[in-house]
């Protein structure tokens, strides 16, 4: 799975990390559904933290994203017009 977060670049996560990843998205799907900021930054943080994690993709490689996440100083409200019912990462 390749996942950009916008403004920094792309990371390749392997597939046995999907349900990880969507539990970490979950967290941060019910902060911005709660308009919590108090738990929407450690979510928001973790999930980048996460996807960091994985191998970074060099910029001269081009790949489609399966996920496109925000910049890493996103705000709470600009979270919330982008998150859908399913948060940031389908599945």
Not at 9 to 21: A, F, I, N, S
Not at 65 to 73: E, R
């Amino acid at each position: 799975m390749i996942v950009r977060i916008m403004g920094e670049g792309q990371y390749r996560l392997p597939d046995e990390k999907l349900d990880q990843l969507n539990v970490i998205d979950s967290d941060l799907e019910k902060a911005v559904s709660a308009g919590d900021d108090g738990a929407f930054g450690p979510a928001f943080a973790a999930l980048l933290e996460f996807v960091r994690s994985g191998e970074r993709v060099p910029d001269d490689e081009l790949h489609d994203s399966d996920a496109i996440l925000p910049p890493g100083d996103s705000t709470l409200a600009e979270m919330r017009e982008l998150i859908s019912g399913d948060g940031l990462i389908a599945g």
